[in-house]
């Protein structure tokens, strides 16, 4: 199989969990109403699918390191695709709660098998490309994800969402198992006496995996402290409505976007290093002009959105670059690296939210 494709059969694995965790927000309201559940409850079908999510990326991270990477992405598929059949015929709110802990169970495995695949398959400038490639689909499934869901809320029912979703990791778990060749790495490691926490201190202490994920991280909790702030700040303090709001998104979003695209183009001119050194000082020019701004007190659409864009631009920069950079300087352990990865950012999204 051409490495075109296996990009393919990954970026679309790697859209899953994105995808799945906010295509159910439209239908929170119907659902309260058909299960007779409060407010609590449902936000539980977010928070607890992206817990279960990150847990799951852990445990994945060893057995990745340990057994055939295909099969392990052909369970995940299995796995979500019954958590989205359990979905479908849950009469409960406590019954779709757990099936939707199946569900990011099974897309665990997406998120982190299909990062050491990537690493496995492509290497230098290319996986970098690669990455560029997956994260780019990633924003992508978010932005249509609750489009989706709400259409399929008002022209049926909520529990549709969950067919489909069944019908999506049937596909991708049979995709994989036909296109994808056996991991050749996996399951062939020579055994070692090191535990899991032995195997962790290892990939930390190299100094090549932690700048690139400090950086990562960094830019993250940045990015994702201003859009929990934006609606805020274009709603309350701007006056814009809520569509308008909803249009502002989309213009940030196509800045990680085109960051995306700006990576893929020149990386394997510049290098991914010397890619992020410039990100970074583009973050660093975006944050200073935020800061002054906000000093000055000039306070309207562009002075907010215009350096806004230059982070999510960072953003789109630096995740793949960084990402990649971070697996490529793990020799042993990919899996758990690869896990790791994926972990730190959904950690560093939790605490930019939070800040």
Not at 49 to 69: E, K, Q, T
Not at 88 to 113: M, N, P, W
Not at 308 to 316: I, K, P, R, S
Request: charged content about 10%.
């Amino acid at each position: 199989m051409s490495k075109v494709r296996i990009l393919a059969v990954l970026t679309i694995c790697n859209a899953l969990s994105p995808l799945a965790l906010q295509i159910l927000v439209p239908a929170l309201p119907s659902i309260r109403s058909q299960l007779g559940a409060s407010m609590a409850e449902t936000q539980l079908l977010l928070s607890a699918f992206s817990i279960a999510l990150a847990v799951s990326m852990l445990a994945y991270g060893p057995l990745a390191d340990r057994m055939d990477r295909k099969r392990l992405l052909v369970f995940g598929m299995i796995a979500f695709s019954l958590g989205s059949l359990l979905g479908y015929s849950a009469a409960t709110i406590q019954i779709l709660v757990a099936a939707r802990i199946l569900q990011a169970v099974g897309a665990g495995a997406a998120s982190t098998i299909t990062r050491a695949i990537a690493a496995d398959t492509f290497k230098g400038p290319d996986l970098n490309r690669a990455m560029s490639a997956m994260l780019m689909v990633v924003v992508i499934g978010p932005m249509i994800a609750p489009v989706l869901g709400g259409y399929i809320v008002e022209t049926s029912r909520w529990p549709n969402i969950m067919l489909l979703l069944f019908a999506m990791g049937g596909v991708l778990g049979l995709t994989a198992a036909l296109f994808l060749k056996p991991s050749r790495s996996a399951a062939r490691q020579t055994p070692t006496a090191e535990s899991y926490g032995e195997k962790v201190a290892e990939i930390v202490r190299n100094r090549t995996f932690s700048t690139n994920m400090t950086t990562l991280i960094a830019v993250q909790i940045g990015v994702y402290a201003f859009i929990s702030a934006s609606p805020y700040l274009i709603i309350d303090l701007l006056k814009f409505s809520a569509t308008q709001y909803g249009f502002v998104f989309m213009y940030l979003t196509m800045g990680y976007m085109s960051g995306n695209f700006v990576s893929g183009m020149v990386v394997k001119r510049i290098g991914g290093e010397r890619l992020v050194q410039i990100a970074s000082l583009v973050y660093l020019f975006g944050a200073v002009a935020f800061l002054g701004f906000a000093i000055l007190g000039i306070q309207n659409l562009l002075t907010i959105a215009g350096p806004a864009f230059l982070l999510t631009f960072t953003n789109g920069i630096t995740q793949p670059n960084c990402g990649a950079g971070a697996l490529a300087s793990v020799e042993r352990h990919k899996g758990i690296a690869a896990s790791l990865s994926g972990v730190g950012q959904i950690l560093a999204g939790a605490v930019g939210f939070q800040i």
